[in-house]
Nanobody, 128 residues
Framework: QVSLVESGGGSVQAGGSLRLSCPAP????????MGWFRQPPGQERKKVAA??????????HDSVQGRFTISISRDNGKTTLYLQMNGLKPEDTAMYYC???????????????????WGQGTQVNVSS
């Protein structure tokens, strides 16, 4: 599975916004869902948002519901996965990763099983 490349991270103050992006192989016959995940220092990686390959289903962790929006955009033949993050809080500080999944992935729920293609991530820092 090809490693994905995340971008768009940075440092913002609480209440600020960032938009993360990731080239998305969503129209590959092997991709059924994609998601954004985050891992604060010293903690395990957790799923924060996911979307079905036809954008028909989305899921958000309770901690980001109403503040983050996951989407897929297709432009000039390029497909990109986005995570729009508004109302950022210090507890959102983490390394953020995108990943894709085949038939074993699930859009709903916190499980990260079935997802792969982990890249280097993009760091998000939110100061109070």
């Amino acid at each position: 599975q090809v490693s994905l490349v995340e971008s768009g991270g940075g440092s913002v103050q609480a209440g600020g916004s960032l938009r993360l992006s990731c080239p998305a192989p969503v129209y590959s016959g092997e991709t059924y869902c994609m998601g954004w995940f985050r891992q604060p220092p010293g903690q395990e990686r957790k799923k924060v948002a996911a979307i079905g390959r036809f954008s028909d289903r989305t899921w958000y962790h309770d901690s980001v519901q109403g503040r983050f929006t996951i989407s897929i955009s297709r432009d000039n033949g390029k497909t990109t996965l986005y995570l729009q993050m508004n109302g950022l809080k210090p507890e959102d500080t983490a390394m953020y990763y995108c990943a894709s999944g085949g038939t074993q992935c699930r859009v709903n729920g916190e499980t990260i099983d079935g997802y792969g293609g982990w890249g280097q991530g993009t760091q998000v820092n939110v100061s109070s």
